[in-house]
């Protein structure tokens, strides 16, 4: 099977919202009037992001959905993305897998997929996302990462460190229990992004990105854009690790063990969490409140922003810890 | 150095056109009333696309080159475009020479940087570009491979074959005087996008596409996808070879000494040309030529649109030859 022809078998389905999808030498999209395109790409490396070996369907599934953590991030309404594609053969069976888990999450978030790339190479998958954002009264409603404000409270959604749980345990570094290693798997491989809560947040975070390099890190990003510190609340960020009270849950015992700097390393340095950390002010809690119910996405707050810059790691009773955490890098 | 430093360092401009640049989830992009995006991605691999000792500046300016060639086919004015990045290591002075050679070509498109990603991995560089293009009366004036019909003159821009022959000369297959190489390696390397012809031709063109997998193959997706067929004057395409004249005129003597077979070969099957194929009713012959006046750009003819399906290449006699000719294929 030629390039063409992959294409066409995997890849190409007719424009639905897309003035021209597909097949040509570019897509067009034309946003509605009053809004701006937000965008996004992300590279996904073979052995670098994910396995050589992992499920097809799980990587069309990440490929994506790391993506979409960041139009979520912004505030932005999934609408349109580019693959390109670096594959070392054709293989028809990973193809259709990796189509189908890609075309999944696509659908259910009303993005369709307008052009690309495939090339012959190490497996590399580059996807680039476009979502609308409105614009109102010639200002951008797009979530940034420059707004936070001292006395802001600090918020995380979903659960926190079982994605890095995960990737621990396949490598061998921690041992854990079949069951807690299945559900913090999911995590690690098939994350949801956070697009509804990220849609409810518009004019009510002050500051929001996507946990994507560890929470530590990631939040360091807010405050140098802001220009503000934090003080961060660790035991409560803590408890967010989901494959702990699963674990306890589930067989009225601990199934997996790990010491109090473990899992403040899972949670402050862990990375690809996807999940929404964002500032809003105290009077906005009830806001938080409702966009988090209308999202069916818990949020749990986790802090608050200060005017002194720098960030202070405090424990459940307020006591300062020390910070030697390190967020993920490349090229650290 | 870290990955954000790397990006601050080598990456980070001002946004000028964006609403938004590099360093948040999300850039944005607000397209002026009464324009489309045309979008566009190409993935560049090490080992495939260039070889790894390439010079980085040049790599810089082909990365964003074919991509340009690409909304350059589709009449679209370059606004912005995202990188990612898969690198080795840091490379600092790697990374300046591809950053100089990137921005270079950038700047003289006006076509700014406004996002992407950077890990590490096996050299790979995926740009997903954007280019404006107008809507008349609810009409895209983008330039589509759809729209060629019977009758119409079929063209090409520039020279054909000199990049192939370049890289068949630096692989060993063939060998070419220094100072022909050195010519046919500028095409290679640096190949110029067609922006301005492309912009000229919007309401004149009927179908265009921009050659890079080689004159048959890209030629095969126009009549596909205007469901028409083509007269190829194999002999007038065969003389765009620059390298050709080049050596005749530079030593008054043929210092490459390529069969007919071998330069058909290399015309209809090259790639990496570059080069804008379009087609245009022949009552607009005046206004082809001033579109390659006013862009300082060369077009010349080669063939005509026929009703008749398939493709029939033809002599400089009119005499029928045999197509046995394939383009480039990835998987093929």
């Not at 996302?129 to 979530?143: I, K, T």
């Not at 990737?167 to 509804?196: F, M, N, T, W, Y």
Request: proline share 5%.
């Amino acid at each position: 099977m030629g390039e063409f022809d992959l294409i066409a078998r995997y890849f190409k389905r007719p424009a639905r919202r897309a003035a021209l999808g597909v097949g040509d030498d570019c897509a067009l999209l034309q946003p509605r009037p009053g809004t701006q395109l937000a965008i996004s790409s992300d590279m996904l490396v073979v052995g670098r992001h994910f396995f050589a070996a992992v499920d097809p369907r799980t990587l069309g599934h990440k490929a994506l959905a790391v993506n979409l953590s960041d139009l979520a991030a912004c505030g932005a309404q999934p609408l349109a993305f580019t693959l390109a594609l670096s594959l070392p053969g054709v293989d028809e069976a990973w193809l259709a897998s990796f189509s189908d888990g890609l075309f999944a999450l696509a659908d259910a978030h009303g993005c369709e997929l307008i052009g690309g790339d495939t090339t012959a190479g190490p497996l590399n998958i580059c996807i680039t996302v476009f979502g609308e954002v409105p614009v109102v009264n010639g200002q951008s409603q797009a979530l940034l990462r420059s707004g936070a404000k001292p006395g802001d409270d600090l918020y995380v959604s979903g659960t926190l460190g079982d994605a890095r749980l995960a990737l621990d345990a396949l490598l061998g570094k921690i041992s854990v229990a079949p069951e807690v290693l299945a559900q913090a798997r999911l995590r690690l491989e098939q994350p949801s992004p956070r697009v509804a809560l990220g849609l409810a947040l518009r004019g009510i975070a002050s500051a929001a990105l996507d946990v994507s390099d560890g929470l530590i890190g990631d939040l360091g990003h807010i405050l140098e854009c802001s220009a503000v510190g934090a003080t961060l609340a660790v035991d409560e960020a803590t408890a967010l690790i989901a494959a702990c009270s699963y674990s306890t849950w589930a067989r009225g015992q601990f199934v997996i063990n790990l010491s109090t700097d473990q899992q403040r390393t899972l949670v402050l340095c862990g990375g690809d969490d996807y999940e929404l950390l964002f500032s809003a002010p105290p009077h906005l809690r009830g806001a938080v409140a409702a966009a988090a119910q209308v999202s069916q996405t818990p949020v749990t707050r986790i802090g608050r922003i200060d005017a002194e810059p720098g960030l202070r790691l405090v424990d459940g009773q307020g006591a300062r810890l020390p910070h030697t955490y390190a967020s993920f890098d490349h090229f650290a």
